[in-house]
């Protein structure tokens, strides 16, 4: 709520919307503008668009461009809400279950108490201000709240495709759009697709166990991606186009793999800490020297990604849920781990925003378990 009482940033913010005066008008030439301009290194139509109806309504007034972020920021929450009570409702259904009470699939009040917190966790992180706060930033919440309406569209798709062909030809081309539109507001969901697959193992269960992964129905999980990995393809690809016509990227010749590797093990480790404990947060973390980087950084960082990797795996029959939430934590980071490094910096707390949510339906779970066993502790005693 503070954020609607902002301003204007001078980083970003001035070039991309005070300075910059194409976007104000929503006509032919505009719109062709909008989507083929890599300005600022970004390719944004949609961002743009929204830009354009915000002008429309508040001119230079910041109140308004900070109430849209809001507004999206509480849309995008309220959905995950409604996918982290469908996950978990899910998980509980099959042979291979998360580790909480067993009612929980058939009582509502523990499954709308873990969603709950999940939802809550999620939107009031102190690593959400960024995306939220920063006008220029209005492609992540954006982005990132049409990217979760593609996966609520998913689940619906997994669940209705054997009961009704119509139903499921309707969940599945929602799906595709709300990717498209996701991608055209910022390339961030690029690897989605893959995020689904890791959901048709756990908890869809469409792949793996006794299904197998490339037998029989198995086959048709992976078609079905087909056309969604295109369009993320083409958005990682367009992406990178954008950077490079604004000489964003760093070449290799002056920025190494073995330094990027270094970066990418030090931002597995960044976030996952900063959520847990996000303190001296801040606008920049500049990339550090070579030394350094590839120094005690990548010493402190390499163990902790290779121990929970290998712990994830490990314990992947276990606990399958904390194997998927890692797998898409890592898959939906690695767009800006390093590999196409734009800009000076090292990692950025925006960069959270979508990869953190599997750990937000973790810990929800989790004060749903607590809950429930004090519960029982008092009724033991009582």
């Not at 706060?133 to 982005?143: N, P």
């Not at 299904?211 to 048709?220: D, E, I, S, V, Y």
């Not at 070449?251 to 959520?275: I, N, S």
């Amino acid at each position: 709520m503070p954020a609607l009482t902002g301003s204007f940033v001078d980083w970003d913010d001035r070039d991309l919307l005070l300075l910059n005066t194409r976007y104000r008008t929503l006509d032919a030439e505009s719109l062709r503008w909008m989507f083929t301009t890599s300005y600022t290194g970004h390719f944004q139509p949609l961002t743009w668009l929204s830009y354009t109806f915000d002008w429309a309504i508040w001119k230079r007034e910041s109140f308004g461009y900070h109430l849209t972020n809001l507004v999206l920021h509480a849309g995008a929450a309220l959905t995950f809400y409604f996918v982290a009570r469908t996950l978990i409702v899910v998980a509980r259904s099959g042979k291979d279950a998360l580790p909480i009470d067993g009612r929980i699939a058939s009582q509502s009040g523990p499954v709308v108490l873990a969603a709950s917190f999940a939802a809550v966790l999620f939107a009031t992180h102190p690593l959400r201000v960024e995306s939220v706060a920063w006008i220029a930033e209005r492609r992540d919440v954006l982005s990132g709240f049409i990217s979760l309406l593609a996966v609520a569209c998913y689940l619906r798709y997994a669940k209705v495709r054997t009961r009704s062909r119509r139903a499921a030809i309707v969940a599945y081309l929602a799906t595709f759009g709300f990717l498209a539109l996701s991608l055209l507001a910022k390339a961030t969901a690029a690897t989605l697709p893959v995020v689904l697959l890791i959901l048709d193992v756990y908890p869809l269960r469409r792949l793996g166990g006794s299904r197998g992964l490339w037998r029989g129905a198995a086959r048709g999980v992976w078609i079905e991606k087909l056309p969604l990995a295109a369009l993320g393809l083409a958005a990682g690809v367009r992406a990178i186009v954008a950077q490079a016509q604004q000489d964003a990227l760093y070449p290799l010749a002056e920025y190494d793999l073995p330094a990027r590797l270094a970066q990418a093990c030090y931002g597995v480790t960044f976030y996952l800490w900063k959520t847990l404990w996000p303190s001296a947060l801040g606008p920049l973390y500049q990339l550090p020297p070579r030394s350094v980087l590839f120094g005690a950084m990548l010493w402190r960082s390499l163990p902790i990604v290779a121990g929970l990797t290998l712990l994830s795996v490990v314990l992947r029959r276990r606990i399958p849920a904390l194997t998927a939430a890692f797998a898409a934590y890592v898959v939906l980071l690695a767009p800006v781990l390093g590999f196409a490094q734009s800009g000076p910096q090292l990692v950025a707390d925006r960069y959270s925003y979508l990869p953190c949510l599997g750990f937000a339906v973790l810990a929800g779970v989790g004060i749903a378990w607590v809950i429930g066993r004090l519960g029982r502790i008092r009724s033991a005693r009582g």
